[in-house]
């Protein structure tokens, strides 16, 4: 069982609209959470970190965590082409210098 | 933001030769980096823990007599890949936390090493 999982997509959204995305962590013991964009052949920059329960919103982008279900989600509202990438979804056990565990990610694609 | 400098961007070598990946942090004293690697498609997968003036730690089923790591500073870790084959084709990438309290890591711009 993979520790942290994602739907690999693709997925479309038209531009303007609200692009969902979705991760679920098997480790209880996780403190915290991360979203990451990744560009074709880039290395990933960070989006979003989120540790407790509830949403958190940093311009269009909304993370939201529930520990009781094991999820985590990304909310990227009024989609622009430039969102278009892949999603990387990470934990950590810590808070400190612990290492990330890497969901496979979510293609992301905003249509004109 | 923090930023921490990979070298090289990209590299070819032969295969049986060794190859070797700087990591920086530039404007931060970084205790402890990773490294990454990430083949096509698929997610980064942990390779290694640099940790400043001690030996890394390595991932489960990462050999650390190929993948040397030196981290002989605050603000430098180095990757060597030695005796590469064309499976060791990989995006290598590493990153820094700032510190104890703040989490957030900051990702190298990457190394392509394609080994042929």
């Known amino acids: 069982q993979k520790e942290v999982e994602q739907n690999s997509g693709p997925l479309s959204v038209p531009e303007g609209a609200i692009a969902s995305l979705n991760c679920t962590y098997s480790?209880?013991?996780?403190?915290?959470f991360f979203w990451y964009r990744q560009y074709s052949g880039k290395s990933p920059e960070l989006i979003m970190s989120?540790?407790?329960?509830g949403d958190k919103e940093d311009g269009r982008f909304t993370a939201q965590l529930n520990k009781a279900s094991q999820y985590v989600s990304l909310l990227i509202r009024d989609s622009q082409p430039s969102d278009s990438a892949t999603y990387l979804c990470?934990?950590?056990?810590?808070?400190?210098?612990?290492?990330?565990?890497f969901g496979t990610g979510t293609r992301l694609t905003i249509i004109p | 933001g923090a930023v921490v400098s990979q070298h090289p961007s990209w590299v070819i070598c032969k295969s049986g030769t060794s190859v070797k990946i700087e990591c920086r942090s530039l404007?931060?004293?970084?205790?402890?980096m990773f490294w990454y690697r990430q083949f096509p498609k698929q997610s980064l997968m942990l390779m290694a823990t640099?940790?400043?003036?001690?030996?890394?730690?390595?991932e489960q089923g990462v050999e650390k007599d190929k993948f040397l790591i030196n981290h002989a500073s605050l603000t430098l870790s180095t990757l060597t890949v030695t005796s590469a084959h064309p499976e060791d084709s990989s995006f290598y990438i590493c990153?820094?936390?700032?510190?104890?309290?703040?989490?957030?890591?900051?990702f190298g711009q990457g190394t392509r090493l394609t080994v042929v």
């Open positions: 990153s820094a936390t700032l510190g104890d309290l703040l989490q957030e890591a900051f």
């Open positions: 480790d209880r013991g996780s403190q915290s």
């Open positions: 989120i540790y407790s329960n």
């Open positions: 990470a934990a950590s056990l810590g808070f400190g210098n612990e290492k990330l565990t």
């Open positions: 404007d931060f004293q970084a205790t402890t």
């Open positions: 640099s940790n400043e003036g001690s030996k890394a730690t390595y």
